[in-house]
């Protein structure tokens, strides 16, 4: 009885305890001297896929260093796919407390009302940026730029169609990467350290790989292209080898750049007044050796949510601990904060714990008898220091059986029953009951500039995404008068808007006139200029590719400008006249706030 109703209160519980922590700052870090936080996040990177784990496919040195030289969390948790452990990360709240459903069409965003750990550490005083795939949010003030982050390299969406001189965002202007992805994204880290090496700094690096599609640079893939794999996943015909072998290149570029990133830090001597974090945001994206887990991304089984995680911080971590304690993304908030000396005071209770006594060495626990949840589309499993329940109510002993093969239910039967209780009280208390209806924000004089992505926008009639995955997608088949795409927006600051679409069209379709309307407004302008270049990316996949789009340049048409009222409603998009066979491809519409009459919506 003592347990279940420990069980009963764990929730509120871990809220009240983080609440109350978040209050107070530590004394960890140096008055005067605050150290810098670097943090560097995977995408789709699982628990095997590091030799400091046992996979000898691989070599990992930089983060194995990194590990030898601080803490190895044993059991970290995340959510099993993207934009959920982002979200955890930033606000330490369970996703769906955040308003992040998915991963696409903006399901991502994360609600405006969450504080997130780069307004906390801005409001400290320190510089702060992210140089990656942000992915909770695209418009203004889902931005990067308006969560806490003053500098912003990358892109916002949930993948990206190429990683060779990339079309990316800098601030609010698209401009061409240089490089393979991961290279060029830590260029602008290293220049942001090196730039910011006299004051407090917080640098935010989240890689879009080993995310599909699988391209790497040949220096890096020729060690595996016929490589021998002899760790296999357990069930070896489900493996995709040629899969396996880019993502283990993928992997070791990260490790290359991780190691670039630490000798910045120690050519700046910065190395010991800087706290370096590396984890990955869910398991691995297919079945390929990781430590005989079951389950892989989008599952909520060890294989799909426990992910690495390392923290250094010299003099202040001990080398080599290895914590037991479990651990998951929704605590970074508050260790970070806490070993920081970064004060504040979170609006919103949290989820996660203040695990720094842990780090320090204070203590080998805290919240001992603590639960950890994964939740995804309506599956949730827990687990707590030994067992896991998973989402068809099972109950496994992770301490004698990790892969999770024999149900314990019946040995254990208090045990299951209490973290089922925990389970439907997450439920209740967590889950969201109603549909996401949120509309695109558009018009904010502080960022007047608003890209709408076809990610977005609703095709109607013969429309349709270029790729079954519409993250980096775009509009195409448009063949009939009839046929428009909309997008749901809510215009913040009413005025001028001058509108920009990018789109392709083939010289017979030449003549094409767009029309642009909202709350009875409209602006038309005529396709006069043919531009029409070849799809590309299929010339750097290492495996072919599943869902993603293959990309393509457009070129930016002034429409016109439009006067826009401060509501909600539908922006659409139609050609009133096609003289070809087809209309345009369509990829973004940039609407850009000119004047406005000073009657923003609150």
């Known amino acids: ?30 008055p005067g001297n605050p150290p810098n936080i670097v943090i560097v996040l995977a995408d789709d990177q699982g628990w095997g896929d590091l030799s400091v784990h046992g996979n000898h496919n691989l070599s990992t040195p930089n983060i194995d260093r990194l590990a030898a030289q601080g803490a190895l969390f044993e059991r970290f948790y995340v959510s099993p796919l993207c934009a959920p452990t982002r979200a955890e ?45 942000w992915h909770n949010g695209s418009q203004y003030p889902y931005h990067p730029l308006a969560r806490g982050f003053q500098e912003f390299y990358g892109f916002t969406s949930g993948h990206w169609g190429i990683y060779f001189d990339p079309p990316l965002e800098s601030g609010s202007e698209i401009v061409r990467g240089r490089g393979y992805i991961t ?49 296999r996943y357990h069930v070896k015909e489900r493996e995709d080898i040629a899969f396996t072998r880019a993502v283990l290149a993928m992997c070791e570029n990260i490790d290359w750049n991780v190691g670039r990133l630490l000798e910045t830090l120690r050519e700046c001597e910065l190395e010991t007044n800087t706290i370096v974090v590396y984890f990955s945001d869910n398991g691995p994206n297919s079945w390929r050796w990781n430590g005989g ?33 479990i651990a998951a993304a929704i605590d970074l908030f508050p260790t970070l904060a806490s070993l920081a000396g970064v004060p504040y005071k979170a609006p919103l209770p949290v989820d996660g714990i203040d695990l720094s006594p842990v780090l320090l060495g204070k203590q080998k626990f805290v919240a001992r008898d603590r639960l950890i949840f994964a939740h995804q589309a309506g599956q949730v499993s827990v687990r707590n220091d030994r067992f896991i329940l998973d989402n068809r109510g099972r109950l496994y002993d992770l301490f004698k059986d990790p892969g999770q093969t024999q149900d314990v239910s019946a040995q254990f039967p208090d045990v299951a ?14 889950l969201p009951k109603e549909p996401d209806t ?30 079954k995955a519409p993250n980096c997608s775009f509009f195409t088949h448009w063949t009939s008068p009839e046929d428009s795409i909309t997008w749901d927006i809510d215009v913040h600051t009413p005025g001028l808007y001058e509108v920009v679409v990018y789109y392709t069209c083939r010289p017979q379709d030449v003549g094409v006139v767009l029309r642009a309307s909202f709350a009875g407004r409209s602006v ?31 070129k930016p048409f002034v429409l016109g400008v439009i006067e826009l009222p401060a509501q909600r409603g539908l922006l659409e998009l139609r050609a009133v006249n096609i003289p070809g066979e087809r209309a345009i491809d369509l990829r973004w519409v940039k609407l850009t706030l000119k004047t406005s009459d000073d009657k923003s919506r609150p």
């Open 1 to 30: 009885m003592k347990r279940e109703a420990a069980v009963k209160t764990v929730l509120l519980a871990c809220v009240t305890l983080s609440f109350g922590l978040l209050n107070v700052a530590t004394q960890a870090g140096e």
């Open 89 to 133: 990360f930033l606000a330490g709240r369970y996703h769906p407390r955040t308003g992040v459903r998915g991963v696409t069409r903006g399901a991502e965003r994360m609600n405006l009302n969450e504080y997130t750990i780069a307004q906390a550490f801005r409001a400290a005083g320190y510089a702060t940026a992210i140089f990656g795939k």
């Open 183 to 231: 290279d060029d994204l830590t260029n602008h880290a290293i220049d942001f350290i090196k730039r910011h090496r006299s004051e407090p700094f917080f640098c935010y690096v989240a890689y879009n790989t080993p995310h599909t599609p699988l391209q790497v640079p040949h220096k890096f893939y020729e060690k595996f292209a016929s490589a021998e794999i002899a760790q």
């Open 293 to 325: 887990m079951r389950g892989r991304k989008g599952f909520t089984d060890e294989g799909g949510v426990r992910v690495p995680c390392i923290i250094r911080w010299p003099g202040h971590i001990p080398s080599g601990l290895r914590v037991t304690q």
């Open 417 to 430: 029953e209490s973290l089922r209780k925990a389970v439907e009280q997450f439920k209740e208390e967590v």
């Open 438 to 467: 949120r509309p695109f924000p558009v018009g904010y004089r502080e960022f007047p500039v608003t890209y709408l992505p076809a990610r977005d926008g609703v095709p109607h009639g013969n429309i349709e995404w270029s790729g």
């Open 524 to 554: 038309e302008g005529k396709i006069t200029e043919a531009f029409d270049p070849p799809l590309h990316g299929q010339e750097f996949d290492r495996v072919p590719r599943q869902g993603e789009s293959y990309v393509k340049d457009f």
